[in-house]
C-alpha cells in the first residue's frame, strides 16, 4: 500500500532563514507526490508535484521540493522563510490503483519566527 | 482560487440526524472526491466520483454516501450522524488523470 510520513508534527524556522519540511513515502511502482498547505479554517491549496523529470521541483510561492529516489525522500523546501509561511503543510501521494485517491500524510505545522 | 466551491461553510447537527453536504468541481474537471479531515489529522479518503459513478471507497461505513451529476458537481450525505462525524469535509476535483487535485475550502460539520 501506498504511504508517506512527515517525521516532524512541527517545524519552527526564523524569517529569512531557509526551510525544510520533511516527507517520506512507500509506493509500489513511479510515485506521483505532492506538497499542499492549509491555513486555519482554510481548504488545501496545491503547491506543487513530482510525477516525473527533474528531481527538484518548483513551486508555488517559492516552494521547491527535491525528490530523492535512493532515500524515497520528498522534502519540502524553501530558501528564505516568511512570516506569512506559518500554516499546516501535508505530503501527499497518488494510489494509482483503481480509484486513484490522494493519501495524505499527518501534517507539519511550520512556525516562522519573526 | 481553485475554482471549487463547497456549501456550507459550516453546519451543526444532532447526533442520528442526516446531512448533506454540496460541492461544485472546477470547471472541465470529471472526477470529484471527498475527504474527512478530523482536528489534528491529515485528510483521510472517503470515496470518489467519476462519470457519475463511484469508483473507489476509502474506510468510510455504507451511511456516508455521495452522488455526481451530469454538471460534475456533487453531494456528500451522511446518515444516522454520530460525534465522531464531527469534522472538515473537503471535496476535491480533478481531472481523470494522475493530476493534481484542487480542493474546496471545506465544510465544517459539527456534530451535538
Known amino acids: 500500500a501506498q504511504s508517506v510520513a512527515q517525521p516532524e508534527d512541527q517545524v519552527n524556522v526564523a524569517e529569512g532563514n531557509p526551510l525544510t519540511v520533511k516527507c517520506t513515502y512507500s509506493?509500489?511502482?513511479?510515485?506521483?507526490l505532492f506538497w499542499y498547505v492549509q491555513y486555519p479554517n482554510r481548504g488545501l491549496q496545491f503547491l506543487l508535484k513530482?510525477?516525473?523529470?527533474?528531481?527538484l521541483v518548483k513551486g508555488s510561492y517559492g516552494f521547491e521540493a527535491e525528490f530523492n529516489k535512493s532515500q524515497t525522500s520528498f522534502h519540502l523546501k524553501k530558501p528564505s522563510a516568511l512570516v506569512s509561511d506559518s500554516a499546516l503543510y501535508f505530503c501527499a501521494v497518488r494510489d494509482l490503483g483503481r480509484d486513484d485517491k490522494i493519501i495524505f500524510g499527518k501534517g507539519t505545522r511550520l512556525h516562522i519566527l519573526p | 482560487e481553485t475554482g471549487v466551491t463547497q456549501s456550507p461553510t459550516h453546519l451543526i447537527k444532532t447526533r442520528g440526524q442526516q446531512v448533506t453536504l454540496r460541492c461544485s468541481s472546477q470547471s472541465g474537471h470529471n472526477t470529484v472526491s471527498w475527504y474527512q479531515q478530523a482536528l489534528g489529522q491529515g485528510p483521510q479518503f472517503i470515496f470518489q466520483?467519476?462519470?457519475?459513478?463511484?469508483?473507489g471507497r476509502g474506510n468510510f461505513p455504507p451511511r456516508f454516501s455521495g452522488l455526481q451529476f451530469p454538471n460534475y458537481s456533487s453531494e456528500l450525505n451522511v446518515n444516522a450522524l454520530e460525534l465522531d462525524d464531527s469534522a472538515l469535509y473537503l471535496c476535491?476535483?480533478?481531472?481523470?488523470?494522475?493530476?493534481?487535485?484542487?480542493f474546496g475550502q471545506g465544510t465544517r460539520l459539527t456534530v451535538v
Open positions: 509506493v509500489s511502482g513511479n510515485p506521483y
Open positions: 476535491a476535483s480533478s481531472e481523470w488523470t494522475a493530476s493534481e487535485a484542487f
Open positions: 466520483y467519476y462519470r457519475e459513478e463511484e469508483n
Open positions: 513530482y510525477i516525473t523529470g527533474d528531481n
